[in-house]
Each structure stands twice: as C-alpha cells, then as structure tokens.
C-alpha cells in the first residue's frame, strides 16, 4: 500500500520542509512512514493469522486460493457492500484529499509525525481492508490479483471525490458473487 501512499507520504516532507526550513524533514517523514507502516503491518499480521487459520480448516489450497465457494462468495459480497458504505466514503476522503488532512491533522515533531502516520494508515486500512481481503479468493500469492487490486485502490484514490468507482466496483463485485453462487 505504500505506492498508493506515495504522494501523501511526499507532501508530508514537502510540508516538513518548508515549515523547519533550517531542519532536515528526513526524520519526521521516516516516523510519518512508520506510523503507516505500524497499522498495515498489524493488519498484515491479522490477515497472516486469519490465512493460517483458513489453510488449517482447508479454506485455502497450499497456494494461497480458495478453496471453498462459499468463502469466495462472502468476501466478494463483503467487499462489494462495503463499497457503498459510509466508512468507506468518510475514509476515501481522507485518502483523496492529503492537504485537507494535514491541515486539519498536523501535528509538530517525531511524535507528531508519527501519530499522523498511524491516523492515515488507519483511514487508508478503512478504505481498503475489505479489498485485501479479496486475495484469500483470488490467492494471496497471485501477482495479478494483488496488482488488480492495488491499480483499483489507486484509481479510487485518484478520482475527485465522486463515489461512481468505487460503487462501481461494489456491483461489479456482487454481481461476480452472484455468478458464482448462481452460475449466473
């Protein structure tokens, strides 16, 4: 997730820059970094536990797909609806807007900066938790799926504050759950 990250993570040291203009703004962004790579890696561990978990109950085939209809059908239907949410919407627009975060966020400092990085990571997992989830359809290990998904957040991130991607994407979602479940 950190190349969908990559221009608030530049303009947090762009900002850094310009407001210690007698400091070097390579720390504070590292701690920037760190705090959004603290949440991810928690979910990381979540999901490694959660994919443990499924491999034990032979939900998922040693390579990382699933193995059941059933849970393909569920997480597809999970991500879709959680497409049209209203934590979906109130997280993309976090992630859409970085000026309007830091101006509403920004705090002074290492630790500043890291508590901004963990508040963003957590608004970027909001967004974007129910699309990882996918992989354990898809297969965890499949570089397609993961560049799919990860191309879709970008364009999600990327289109000015209208939700039609992102719903979009919910229908086609639930309609790929229907044609699995129903042969649609």
């Given at each position: 997730m950190v190349p969908t990250a990559s221009p608030m993570i530049l303009l947090f040291a762009e900002i850094g820059r310009h407001r210690n203009e007698h400091?070097?703004?390579?720390?504070?962004?590292?701690?920037?970094?760190?705090g959004y790579l603290t949440v991810w890696t928690g979910f990381s561990v979540l999901a490694t536990l959660t994919q443990w978990g499924?491999?034990?109950?032979?939900?998922?085939?040693p390579a990382m797909e699933s193995?059941?209809?059933?849970?393909g059908v569920l997480l597809l239907l999970g991500a879709g609806f959680y497409q049209f949410s209203p934590l979906k919407y109130a997280c993309l627009d976090h992630c859409r807007t970085p000026m309007g975060f830091f101006v509403t966020e920004w705090r002074g400092g290492?630790?500043?900066?890291?508590?901004?990085?963990?508040?963003?990571?957590?608004?970027?997992?909001?967004?974007?938790?129910?699309?990882?989830g996918l992989l354990f359809a898809f297969g965890v290990m499949n570089l397609l799926w993961v560049a799919s998904i990860s191309g879709f957040v970008l364009l999600e991130k990327i289109t000015?504050?209208?939700?039609?991607?992102?719903?979009?994407?919910?229908?086609?979602?639930?309609?790929?759950?229907?044609?699995?479940?129903f042969g649609l």
């Open positions: 400091q070097d703004s390579f720390i504070p962004t590292g701690q920037f970094l760190l499924l491999l034990t109950v032979a939900l998922v085939s193995t059941s209809k059933a849970l290492s630790w500043g900066a890291l508590r901004m990085g963990l508040k963003h990571g957590g608004y970027c997992l909001g967004c974007c938790w129910a699309l990882m000015s504050g209208n939700q039609a991607v992102s719903r979009l994407g919910g229908l086609l979602f639930i309609g790929w759950a229907a044609w699995i479940a």
